[in-house]
């Protein structure tokens, strides 16, 4: 780490920024299996609130990859990197009064707790949202094949065949995508957002 930098602080403070702008900014994890809907919830959610005219980015574990996390692999100190990566940057968006949107598996605790401490640090959101569907579930529907691949042996470290995955035990907001549908996912999290003052509510 380097010791010869110094922070340098803006002049305009958070409330400012919000004030100017019209808007919180926060950032809203979505973490949950492969194929669980993390990426089809998160771009509906990132649609729904661009229409309600809000400043919002869709940050996701699979395009990440090919830019700003194209370095690393799967293993697991990748896998720690890439989630510590994607938490400063959803701060910086988030700081912007920007809602950030991030889909990733991100099966750590430790990670996702990593990204949670520098919101609260920073006294910005952080809203965790567990998309939750059963292994079996997962493995059926299996868009992209990457199951059948794990279970073969053809991906090493692959999370919940080969690899662990630490579901939250005090999410935000918890879904159940095997019982929900993505317009209900979008309501959920909305609704969510409204309750806390972050968005205008529905009927606003």
Same mark, same amino acid.
């Given at each position: 780490?380097? !010791? ?8 305009? !403070?958070?409330?400012? &920024? ?7 900014? #926060? !950032?809203?994890? *979505? !973490? ?11 771009? +509906?959610?990132?649609? /729904?609130?661009?229409? %309600?005219?809000? /400043?919002?980015? =869709? *940050? ?16 697991? #100190?990748? &896998?720690?990197?890439?989630? =510590? =990566? ?8 988030? +700081? ?15 990670? @996702?707790?990593? #990204? =949670?401490?520098?919101?609260? %640090? ?25 199951? %059948?691949? $794990?279970?073969?042996?053809?991906? %090493? ?5 080969? #690899? ?11 879904? @159940? ?5 993505? $317009? ?9 957002? $409204? ?10």
């Amino acid at each position: 780490m380097a !010791t010869n930098i110094t922070f340098h602080p803006g002049a305009v !403070t958070q409330d400012e &920024r919000d004030g100017l702008l019209g808007q919180k900014g #926060a !950032t809203i994890w *979505l !973490t949950g299996l492969s194929a669980s809907g993390k990426s089809t919830i998160a771009t +509906a959610l990132e649609q /729904h609130l661009l229409h %309600k005219k809000l /400043h919002a980015y =869709r *940050l996701d574990g699979d395009n990440i990859r090919f830019g700003l996390n194209k370095d690393l692999g799967f293993d697991q #100190a990748s &896998r720690v990197e890439n989630i =510590r =990566r994607i938490g400063e940057v959803s701060l910086l968006f988030a +700081a912007s009064s920007t809602l950030s949107v991030t889909a990733f598996i991100s099966p750590y605790l430790s990670d @996702r707790q990593l #990204a =949670r401490d520098l919101h609260i %640090k920073a006294g910005l959101p952080f809203i965790e949202v567990f998309v939750d569907a059963p292994l079996d579930v997962v493995e059926q529907r299996d868009p992209k094949g990457l199951y %059948k691949k $794990a279970r073969a042996g053809e991906i %090493k470290d692959f999370t919940g065949v080969s #690899a662990p995955y630490e579901a939250p035990t005090n999410p935000e907001i918890h879904i @159940r995508t095997d019982q929900t549908d993505v $317009a209900g996912a979008v309501e959920i999290i909305a609704k969510y957002l $409204a309750d806390k003052g972050l968005i205008a509510s529905a009927s606003a």
